[in-house]
């Protein structure tokens, strides 16, 4: 238990605290600084944390902060306050000083590989849901696994895929009221679903009525046998001729400018491995698949360049890709390590309290890493 004392003030004083150690709480503080009493104050107009007295353990006077019921009792939100106590630390002497908190390199790539990180579902947007879910329930073969609607934020999501959510790479389809058509721009590429008979796969589509962009035949540069088709707002779909997987939906193909950039990113701030990298001269593009495990068994990322294109227009109806997490706020000071820009601070997504961050990747291409154990809750 850690006691705070308040100090009548004037009115246009700060708030001064005392913070004293409870004796369960000294031996541990002790550790670091005297478990005496510690007084501070906090300044509304610049909420920054000003130590006196004494140094004081960072770390322990950080989470009893971002405890809710105390901030709250301040008046203070506990996230801002935990981010703010990030910056913060007086030296021996009474002096404010700030510093860096962030991870060091070395210790963030420890950590990533720690991390029970691997691709949960990949988002965009569709103009007709009903009309989408349809064509991949009937055409693709995959079963609807849950629909959720945001009346308040105004779009509704359907998940979909070859298996449960907990264990599966999926497609979360976003319809965004009264929007019935995307720009897919040049950058996006396709899906790529893994069958076991692409011709057999084929035949069915056009039965439904679907359309094929490629007929099934070898990949350029290589013996694979692929066939193309897309859906109803023009997304593309890869099918590959494999064995039985338990990853049918198995790629998301993305253009680069610099591929070897991207994949460095890659691999430091969202910490995948590099599984593979082909150079196609012939045909004058290079890929690389990234991910968290191997092809045949886990959906990857695959990042394409073409010869002398830097730059591609994104447009706006794919999204990102979902990466679960075990800590988003670190996860999210990695990523500025590492040169990333956070697009969205950790915190809960509105409407459904689901902890997540997001960020762009060096060619604009956005990636949202979201919480395992609030994602768990969501599924239940």
Request: one cysteine or more; hydrophobic letters at 35%; aromatic letters at 10%.
């Amino acid at each position: 238990m850690v006691m705070v004392r308040i100090f009548p003030m004037a009115a246009n004083s700060s708030l001064r605290l005392s913070y004293v150690p409870s004796p369960e709480a000294a031996p541990r503080c002790r550790s670091s600084f005297t478990a005496t009493r510690h007084v501070l104050s906090i300044a509304p107009s610049r909420r920054a944390i000003l130590f006196h007295l004494a140094s004081v353990n960072l770390v322990d006077f950080r989470n009893w902060c971002s405890d809710a019921p105390h901030a709250q009792f301040f008046g203070i939100k506990s996230l801002k306050l935990k981010a703010e106590m990030n910056d913060v630390v007086v030296n021996s002497a009474g002096n404010l000083a700030r510093v860096s908190t962030t991870v060091s390199q070395e210790d963030s790539l420890d950590w990533v590989k720690k991390d029970n990180r691997r691709l949960l579902h990949v988002v965009y947007r569709v103009g007709d849901l009903e009309k989408t879910i349809k064509f991949y329930t009937e055409c693709l073969g995959m079963k609807l696994l849950r629909k959720r609607d945001i009346p308040e934020e105004r779009y509704t999501n359907a998940f979909l895929g070859y298996g449960p959510e907990d264990s599966h790479f999926v497609a979360e389809l976003t319809y965004n009221y009264g929007v019935d058509k995307y720009d897919l721009g040049t950058g996006f590429g396709h899906f790529g679903v893994a069958v076991e008979d692409v011709a057999k796969a084929v035949d069915l589509i056009k039965a439904k009525g679907g359309k094929v962009a490629r007929e099934p035949g070898p990949v350029k540069g290589g013996k694979t046998v692929i066939a193309f088709i897309e859906d109803p707002d023009g997304y593309k779909f890869e099918l590959l001729e494999r064995g039985p997987t338990p990853e049918p939906l198995c790629q998301v193909m993305l253009r680069v400018g610099n591929l070897d950039r991207s994949i460095e990113f890659y691999q430091k701030a969202f910490g995948m491995e590099l599984l593979r990298k082909r150079d196609n001269p012939e045909y004058k593009y290079t890929v690389a698949m990234l991910g968290y495990g191997p092809e045949d068994k886990n959906a990857v990322l695959e990042l394409t360049y073409n010869y002398g294109v830097e730059e591609y227009d994104n447009g706006n109806a794919y999204a990102q890709i979902a990466i679960g997490t075990d800590d988003v706020y670190r996860t999210a000071e990695i990523i500025k390590l590492y040169g990333g820009k956070v697009t969205r601070e950790p915190g809960p997504l509105p409407g459904i309290n689901t902890k997540i961050t997001a960020c762009m990747d060096p060619d604009g291409w956005k990636v949202v890493f979201v919480d395992n154990l609030d994602f768990s809750k969501e599924l239940e």
